[in-house]
């Protein structure tokens, strides 16, 4: 019986959860526990039904009574119990047990693993649909550190019995491509989704840390988790760390900057600086609930199709290290972004933009998909308290300014516009720098490429240091300058 006839094409051949866990299960080695709080215990389910668990399963519990489980792992300061320090607490006891009980010397080549997830599923009305934090922390030598790995879920799915078994069927693929795909952590990253369809689970947040992962860098991990289409936002702060996007837009105010940043020039953060000062400005925004994020679309990241990693990192990386939080976002229109921070927050928003992104607002193309055209977009854009915080353009020729009283729309938006802008909604952003106007990234970055010089002062200050000395945006001259 031949294996291939002609005309066959080639596939991956994806294991089933059952040879999976089997697997796990067969290898001598690989040995730990398993603890589950909130959605069953449907991971560990699937090893015991695979068979040969019990040289793999040292302990499975579930401690779902809130009591028991401070008990076990200690009272969280917020009082929360599906959060990422609850989920790191329990990996750390976990494997602190296993280590005090079982005696190295009489297992020497065991592969210790703790794997744990805290939970919420849908709700009894099913108007939340729940989420969780789930993780494992392993070993693949044992004479080496531990190697982690975390992610945040959100459900999809209108049932909970469904999310647990799509949380079960996702936790046996964690622990199979920890073990087996550590050395390729974006197949490992894909490999989540086997046997599991993306619209049932989300996952917008991943971190992996230890020994063998020193080489990953998580932004592009999270870069990784658009592309892949299995979430359509991921953010990270100014330390480069990922967060969880809820953690920092709930019940806060937010002003958002979209743009290419490639590189940040002074143009962009004058924008940033008058529009937060006028947004400080506003009835009920406190400076200490309120968060600004720089936004990059994937559509920004694109280059001839294809996404430009080092050419994101480069952005990411200038940021970071100016103290920004970076959003990185599948959201082309604004609208959808307004609708992805109206998850979180029911604060006041702003949007800082030029006054071509406003233009392209006003432009029916972008909204011949939605049954109620450009009105329902923005019916959710402009939102509540949502304000647009217009930043002038001045045209090279002329010399002539543009803004919000003399902007032009097209002849069947000027009334929508008019309406707008009478309301509020979009206002000029005042005391901007008119030196400035004649500055783009555009031209900036083709005066790094080409080593021109003069682009250092159309940056803000110290960002054409890191530059220079990290080499980004393909910047060839040498360092001597900076290093002196």
Wanted: proline share 3%; with cysteine.
């Amino acid at each position: 019986m031949p294996e291939t006839i002609l005309g066959d094409k080639e596939f991956e051949n994806i294991p089933s959860i059952k040879s999976k866990a089997l697997r796990i299960n067969l290898n001598e080695n690989i040995y730990g526990t398993f603890a589950e709080i909130g959605a069953g215990q449907e991971t560990v389910r699937n090893f015991f039904r695979a068979g040969g668990a019990s040289g793999t399963i040292a302990k499975t519990m579930s401690a779902y009574d809130k009591d028991f489980s401070d008990a076990i792992y200690g009272i969280e300061e917020d009082g929360r119990y599906v959060t990422e320090a609850r989920l790191i607490k329990m990996l750390s006891h976990e494997i602190n047990l296993i280590e005090e009980r079982i005696i190295r010397q009489k297992h020497p080549n065991k592969l210790f693993f703790a794997y744990a997830n805290t939970v919420a599923t849908i709700d009894f009305a099913k108007q939340y649909k729940g989420h969780g934090w789930l993780g494992i922390r392993y070993q693949v030598d044992p004479k080496e550190a531990y190697n982690e790995i975390t992610l945040h879920v959100r459900f999809h799915e209108n049932d909970a019995q469904l999310q647990q078994i799509t949380l079960g069927i996702l936790g046996v693929n964690l622990i199979y491509g920890a073990y087996y795909k550590y050395d390729q952590p974006k197949k490992l990253l894909r490999y989540l989704y086997d046997h599991i369809d993306k619209d049932k689970i989300e996952i917008d947040t991943i971190n992996f840390s230890g020994p063998r992962f020193q080489d990953v860098d998580n932004r592009l991990m999270s870069l990784q988790l658009i592309k892949n289409g299995m979430t359509d936002a991921v953010m990270f702060g100014p330390d480069g760390h990922n967060i969880l996007p809820a953690r920092i837009l709930y019940k806060k105010n937010i002003l958002a900057l979209r743009g290419s940043f490639r590189p940040v020039t002074k143009v962009n953060i004058d924008m940033f600086e008058r529009s937060y000062e006028m947004f400080l400005e506003e009835n009920r925004v406190e400076k200490e609930r309120t968060e600004v994020i720089f936004e990059i679309t994937l559509s920004n990241l694109r280059a001839e199709g294809e996404i430009d990693e080092e050419d994101f990192m480069d952005r990411a990386k200038l940021l970071c290290s100016l103290g920004h939080t970076v959003m990185i976002s599948n959201f082309q229109e604004y609208y959808k972004l307004v609708e992805y921070f109206s998850r979180y927050t029911k604060m006041r928003m702003g949007l800082a933009m030029g006054v071509n992104n406003l233009v392209d607002i006003f432009d029916e193309k972008y909204y011949r998909h939605l049954s109620g055209g450009i009105l329902e977009a923005f019916g959710k854009l402009f939102f509540k308290d949502l304000k647009v915080y217009l930043y002038p353009m001045k045209d090279p020729e002329t010399g002539e300014y543009t803004n919000s009283e003399n902007l032009k729309v097209h002849p069947r938006m000027k009334e929508l516009y008019k309406f707008f802008k009478y309301n509020g909604k979009v206002v000029d952003i005042t005391n901007y720098n008119p030196d400035i106007l004649d500055i783009f990234s555009r031209e900036v970055l083709s005066k790094i490429e080409s080593g021109e010089e003069g682009w250092e002062e159309m940056l803000p200050a110290g960002v054409s240091e890191i530059i220079k000395k990290k080499h980004l945006f393909n910047y060839k001259g040498t360092t001597e300058k900076v290093d002196n």
